[in-house]
C-alpha cells in the first residue's frame, strides 16, 4: 500500500531533522518540503497541495500553539495533516516501527523551479 507522506519544516528546525530521520528508521518514504514556501500563495499552489496546508494551518487549535505558531514539523499523510507525535502515533497504529537496520529511504527536499522563482 503505497501514501503519500510529506513533512513540511525547515532546514534549521531540530525536531524537523529528527522527525525524517525516524521516519527514515520505520522505512516510510516521505518527501520534504519548505514551510515557508508551501505555505504562503506562490504560482502553482492551487494544484501542490498548498491550499490544504494552509487550511490546516488556519485551523490549528489556538490552545496548541508554540509562541502564535503552528509547531513544526507538520506531517501530512495522506490527506491528513499531523503534528510529529500525531505522526508518530498514527504510523505506529498502522503497524510501523523503527527497524533495526535503516533503510535508504531518504527523499531530499524538493522544490519546484516556479516556487524558487516565486520566494525570490
Known sequence: MHMLVRVYGRGDCGKCVAAKKKLEQMGVM?????????????????????????????????????ADHVPLPIIQIDSEFYTYPQAMRELKRQGYSIRKVAPSTKVTTILEPELLAATA
Open 30 to 66: 516521505y518527501e520534504g518540503r519548505d514551510i515557508d514556501v508551501y505555505s504562503t500563495a506562490h504560482n502553482g499552489w492551487p494544484g501542490d497541495g498548498s491550499i490544504d496546508l494552509m487550511v490546516h494551518i488556519s485551523m490549528f487549535p489556538a490552545e496548541n500553539l508554540v
